[in-house]
Structures are given as structure tokens and as C-alpha cells.
């Protein structure tokens, strides 16, 4: 089903108010994708998979494993603002509903699909003299305007048919009751739009006339700063927050205090939407500044401080991993992802050695995050592009040879993993030799080659070891973890318990979570290889909290299936059945079988066996499915203790 119509004739309202109301069962999950922030169709179906909660860390193609994960369940996906990506969603709607019998899928936009079996809705405006006038009446209300009873109908009806009934025009005007009363409105010109200084009007899309009547009678009663702010926030793509608003847009006539002053004012006239704390500007109201930028001629040069100020953020970001900052710095991340996007497209045209070094920063951030292929894609394509030599670089291969081993491609993960290692030590790079020798190791680990990553991090690691003093940099960190997990394989329990509790108390205390988790992980090993129970539950808890801390899917999958096989150890056949059954969902979502180093699977195997003995197949796969079809956020919080698992 597509819901068309034009701009501000509330197609995503009106999904989201249907989809409120509640649905079939046989409709199943609901996953909306927010198309808006895409600026082409490289990205469209990983951003669709991130919806559907599907963190894909295999080599396919993104929409091929976005089929395969949805299959034959049941599920709503919805599509939200395609107009821009006709061609790409008609491909991708037409692969998806062949593959997936159960699959619905709701589009809104400005044109339908043009598929076989498309139903058309065609959202109009409100009637004027009813609906409309309800809606007015509200948001003027809401705004701190409201209309008394019977004195102003006529008026109210007059305006709300002059605006021809479209919602988005109706709450602009609305926005304006602070400043103007209903007849000063009503007395503005049917198209009120303003002229810039050069006495030129910029060229407006074809669209409804009472849309650009509103919008030019909002910029009419702007205050110049405002005007301006609103032109400069057309390059901001996704939510923000009043600090990145003075980042990206102060500068010549715009101080930075004015730019606080007048994105309240824009809140004010309902220009900028603002919910808690964070603001959006509307696709639409977001094109018309657009325009007004064009006219300025400061396009390139808002772009610029766009991109520089996420440079910026995520330099900081990096420089606070091993911290106490470091899960928030994932969350931040993970709610910046548009605008990081709309700032590496615009380096990697016009600063190709800032593009290296912004994804080569954040790439790690996103394989976390569920992004492995963003990641891959960018960073993938500022390599080539950039002519610095250096740590930057060293950084940038590293993250790339990263990606590759995620996916299981170890022999692109070693060549990756080579040439970081000799470009680092060509520039003398001590962080980029041990991002190097972290490569190799997590390389040989998965491919069972314990012995050699051992020898490769006590090459790069400082004599003393795990014996930790002081602040550990991210790079030591990762060695450090390698080394535990080597330790492990080798056989040497005793020794990697030690070791990974050293390290694991130095990340508590510096509050690291990522090689917490992971030191969490390997304790939990342990404990299972020496027939520990109780500990290897609470390690396996713990790594849990740790990963739910950053939302990394891969991490959840593997500490779920060490809770199952601790819970079995623990005679416990139900709750380790229930435990397999939700890492089964992590599993299915990060695209691959499970997985971890080679001694993994043999205590998931016996955990599984032990499950199955203490319950019976028949009760020990009700568990499973009731796992595997739970709501993960509430199994998650059963996993480490803090819910129910019903």
C-alpha cells in the first residue's frame, strides 16, 4: 500500500496514527525506515535492514540478506518519504515481496511504486470547513494561542480554505498566531514569498500553492537572524540539539548567541519542531531553506562547517573510548548516524583526506552499532581517495581490514592487516603498530591459530603485560584482549584467568565497557572449562550489561549463548533453553551461524546437550521458540537479572 499526496499533506502522520491504532496479528513486527536522511540509493537497503533490527555481519548483499532474515515471518515494513528514491525502492520493495510471502510493506511518498498489486492511497487535504478547522483550532491552542469560542469561525474558516486544508500550512500559520492576528494572515499575499536582497526570488519546486504561501508567510515574519538560521539548517539531516545548531550555523552576521535567540524563535513559529530537548526541521520546511541557501550562495560553506563539526565530534569521540564516556559516546553516535553520513558524502567530493580520517574514526563505532556495511562502504571508498600517508591512514586500513574480518573474509582482513602494520611502522605510529598486531591477532584467533596471535601482541605489548598502571589507551586495550583470548585457546586457563581479571578491573575502574565485556566473556569461559557454574553466570550477566551498554548485536549473541550453557551447567535446562532461543534471534540478526574462537563451540554444544537432557526435546524446544519469539528488550533485561522472562 502507498499513501501519495503532496508535501505536508501528512502521509507519515497519518502511518503512524493507523499503525497506533493497532493492527492484525498476522501483520506481525512493525519496522519503519526513515528514507528522509538518504541522500542516494547506495545506502537504502542497509538503512532498511537497520530498521527491521537486522545487524548484518556477513560479505552478501545487503538486500540478499535482508530477504533471507525476514523469510516467512510476519512483518509491517514501512517505507517513510520515497519520492527521492523511486527507482531504488521499486527494486527493492518488487526482491523483497517476492521473497518474503508474509512481508506487508507501506510506502509513503509523493508518487506510487508503480508495482503489480500496489494499493494507491491518495491522502488529500482536510475539508476546509470542518477538519481543518478542528486542526487549526488545536495547534493554535497548543502553541499558547487560543482561538475564543464562536468569535473568530469565520475567520479560522477563511484562512483554513485559503491554505486549501493542508495540515503542515495549517500548523505554520498557527505558529504564527503569537505575532499576527487572523485578518493580518489572512490580508498577506496568496503566495507571500520573499525576494532577497538582489531583488531575485529563488525558483520553488511546483508544489501545492497553500504549502509555499504558508512557508513564505512564515519567512516573512521571521526576524533576519532567523531567516538566515533557517536557510543554514537545511544541511542538518537528522535530530539536533541547540549546541550543533550554533556549531553548523554562526558565523558573518549570525553570532553564536544569536543563534540560540533564533531557534526559538523558529520553535516559536513552528518553522523547527522541538520534543524534549531535541529539534527537526521537516523535509519539506527543510527544502524550502534549501533554497534560500542556494540564493545565498553559502551552500558549500554550510556543508563545510557541517562537516567539520562532526569531524570534530567524532575526534572526540575516538579520544574518549577507553573512558567513562564511552557508552555514551556509542549512543550519540548511534543517534548522529544521518548527519555522519551527509557529512562523509560531502568530504569525500571536496575533502577526501577528512572523509578518510571521519570514517576511519567512526567506523568502529558503527560495526558496533549494527552498521558494518556502512562502515565498510565509506571507509572503503575514502582509501582510495586520499592522498595522506600516516596514522590516519594506518587508522583507516585498520578500520577497513576490520570490517573484512567481521564478515569471515580473513584473507582481505590479512592483507588489510599487513599493510596497517608496515605503513605503521613506516610513520613510527605506536597506536597504529598495536591497532595492527589487534588485527592480525583477532584474525588468527577465529581462524584457530592461538599460538600466533600470542606471539604477535607480546611483539607490540610493553614487557609488563597484563601488570596494568595507570590510563590504558583503546589500541593497548585490544592487545591486551587478544592476549587473554590467546591465553585461552592455549590452553593456559590459569594464567588468562589472571590476566583477564587484571584487565577486566582496570576497565572498571577507568569505566570502559567493550574490553570489559569482553574480559567478562573470556572469565565466563573459563569458568565453564572448569566446571564453575555460579561464576560463569555471573560473567556471562555481566558481559551482557556491558554490551546492551554500546548495542552491540554480535556481543549479545555470544553472551547469550554463554548465560544457556552456564544456566545448564547450573541444572537449569529451561532457563538455558529459553537463553538459546533469544541469542538464536541476535544470531539471525548479525546474519551469521554462531560463531566465536574454536573453543567456544564445544561448550555451547555441551550446554545444549545437558539443556535437552534436563527437559526433554519436546520441552526443551518449547523454551527455545518461546525464546526466539519473545520481545528481545525484555528478554534482555531477564538475561541479566533485571526482568522476567514472561
Known sequence: MTLTGVGGVGKSRLARQRIGLGLPPDVGTVCWADLWPLRGEALLAAVVADACGLSDHTPRMPIDVLSGWIGERPLLLVLDSCEHLLDACRHLVSALLTACPRLTVLVTGREPLH?????????????GATDAVELFT???AEAGHPLADGATTDLVRELCEHLDGLPLALELAAGQLGHSALDEILLRPRLGLDRHASGVRPVVPQRHDALRTALGWSHELCTPAERLLWARLSVVRGHFDAGTAAAVCAGGPLSGPDVYRALDGLVDKSVVVHDR????????????????????DEVDRAADRHAAHFLDLVRRADAAWAGPEQSAWYRTIRELYPDLCAAADHLLVHRPDEALELTALVGFFWMCCGHLHEAQHYVGRALPASTLRGPVRVHGLWALGLTHILQGDYAAGHGLASACLSDARRAGDEAGLLRACYLHGLSNLLEGRAAEALNLVDEALPPTGAQ????????????????VFALTGSGRLEQ????????????????????????????????????????????ARSMLASKQQIGDSFGIALGLDMLSAAFAAAGDGERSA?????????WQAVGHPQRGTPEVAPLR??????????????????????????????????????GSAT
Open 115 to 127: 508495482l503489480d498489486g500496489e494499493r494507491v492511497i491518495r491522502v488529500d487535504p482536510l475539508p
Open 138 to 140: 488545536h495547534r493554535a
Open 277 to 296: 530537548g531535541r529539534h527537526r526541521v521537516l523535509d519539506t520546511v527543510r527544502e524550502y531553506g534549501r533554497l534560500w541557501l542556494e540564493e545565498l
Open 468 to 483: 596494568l598502571r595507570g590510563a590504558v589507551s583503546g589500541p593497548a586495550y585490544m592487545c591486551l584482549l587478544v592476549r
Open 496 to 539: 588468562a584467568r589472571q590476566e583477564a581479571q587484571s584487565l577486566r578491573a582496570s576497565c572498571v575502574a577507568d569505566g570502559e565497557h567493550w574490553t570489559r565485556s569482553y574480559a567478562d566473556y573470556q572469565l565466563c569461559v573459563i569458568a565453564l572449562s572448569e566446571g564453575d557454574p555460579e561464576a560463569a553466570l555471573h560473567h
Open 578 to 586: 529459553l537463553a538459546y532461543g533469544t541469542g538464536d534471534r541476535f
Open 605 to 642: 554444544d555441551a550446554g545444549e546437550r545437558t539443556a535437552r537432557a534436563l527437559l526433554g526435546d519436546q520441552a526443551y524446544d518449547d523454551a527455545f521458540r518461546e525464546g526466539a519469539h519473545a520481545d528481545p528488550p525484555s528478554m534482555l533485561r531477564w538475561a541479566v537479572g533485571t
